[in-house]
């Protein structure tokens, strides 16, 4: 293919131009390759309210070979000072969280072995920064 009035290098740059614009409008996400990566995709999507530092819920979850969603995840654990209300806020971010960065982006080999595993993962407040981490597949 030949782009008139650019040249060789006028069409690399272009190439590369192009190549940037669709990586920073994030429509090439990586797919995730393995269960480590679950973790920093959805802390993507996780808005925690205020909560004090060593705030906890643990969540239960599985997905489908496609990404989406295996029915609703489920609270298994929390431990957050400030009130039943405070509980229910937190729980429920993670909760939405995980909904809304569903479909997950799976690479096809990893796609084959997600199917029906449940996953538990805690999402805390640490240091005054939200951290995901996976408890157990």
Known sequence: MRLIGFGRCG??????????LIAASG???????NVSEIGPSLIQC????AAPDGSAVTLRFGFRRDGSLMGAPR???????GGAALERTFADSAVRAIEQCSPLQLSPRF??????????????ILKRQPVIRLMYA
């Not at 429509?27 to 390759?33: D, G, V, W």
């Not at 609270?75 to 000072?81: D, H, L, M």
């Not at 796609?111 to 805390?124: D, H, P, R």
């Open 46 to 49: 996780w808005h925690p309210p």
């Open 11 to 20: 069409a690399l740059l272009l190439l590369e131009l192009f190549a940037a």
């Open 111 to 124: 796609a084959a072995t997600i199917g029906g595993k449940v996953y538990v993962m805690q999402f805390s």
């Open 27 to 33: 429509a090439s996400a990586a797919a995730l390759e």
């Open 75 to 81: 609270v298994t654990y929390i431990s957050v000072k």
